[in-house]
């Protein structure tokens, strides 16, 4: 009998490749939660029964989950093993990056393609996935057994996850579709003018209209992040 796939957290680098070896959970999760919402307002209209609503943004996307820890097996009275050995891997998960300033950016996986929102549908665009980029927000230790002098031998890990998204990721994923609209594109690497004027446009001949929108004297001089202006087609 094969062993059961382990779920794990990988830490990244801000461009998204791996950054050192993953981290596997000593035991799988029994279950997890996934929470996303959306911010919408009421507009208030005099002499309606109720008001317009009205979509402002969307929320950041949360994974909570605990995770189960054990040492017994080495031992509870002698040649015990203390399960903050294990414990303290994923605490430091919570804590400030010497080198970013910041809570490292994770990718939790399990289960491959089967991790829920990896199916696409025509209505999402881009946004299938195969596990959650994330950082850690919030981890709570809670220790419910001890050795006979007091060290810890079993704890639950409650973790709170919270979505990780650059905004050139969320454009990619979202592959909002307004051609009579002005909207914004970032310029990735390697991108031209005509290149984007024929993923836009379907026709990289227009790639004026988009000079002209963001007075490009050098329409070659595109330097990645850019945000360009996409005028509407006429």
């Keep these: 009998m094969s062993q059961p796939l382990k779920a794990q957290f990988q830490r990244l680098r801000p461009n998204g490749s791996p950054s050192g070896p993953p981290l596997p959970v000593m035991y799988n999760p029994a279950e997890f939660t ?3 919402s959306a911010q919408i307002a009421e507009v208030a209209i005099p002499g309606l029964d109720s008001p317009v609503l009205q979509f402002v943004r969307g929320q950041t996307e949360t ?9 017994t ?3 509870v009275t002698d040649n015990v093993r203390p399960v903050t050995q294990e414990t303290d891997k994923f605490y ?12 490292p950016i994770l990718l939790f996986s399990w289960g491959g393609q089967d991790f829920p929102g ?19 927000e919030n981890i709570r230790q809670r220790f419910t057994l001890f050795s006979p002098k007091g060290t810890p031998l079993r704890a639950t890990l409650s973790v709170t996850l919270r979505e990780y998204k650059t905004l050139s990721e969320q454009l990619e994923q ?8 002005t909207r914004d594109h970032v310029v990735r690497q390697g991108e031209t003018l ?6 836009v446009y379907d026709d990289p001949k227009e790639w004026r209209r988009i000079a002209d929108a963001n007075e490009l004297d050098d329409p070659l001089a595109l330097q990645p992040g850019m945000i360009l202006e996409i005028p509407p087609v006429e």
């Design 73 to 75: 097996e080495y031992g």
């Design 34 to 36: 996934l929470n996303k």
């Design 118 to 136: 990896h199916r696409s549908y025509p209505s999402m665009g881009n946004q299938q996935r195969y596990g959650f980029k994330c950082i850690v």
């Design 174 to 181: 979202l592959n909002l579709q307004s051609p009579d609209h």
């Design 194 to 199: 005509s290149r984007i004027a024929a993923q």
């Design 92 to 103: 430091q998960l919570v804590k400030i990056d010497s080198q970013t300033h910041a809570p």
């Design 63 to 71: 994974l909570s989950l605990d995770l189960f820890f054990d040492t």
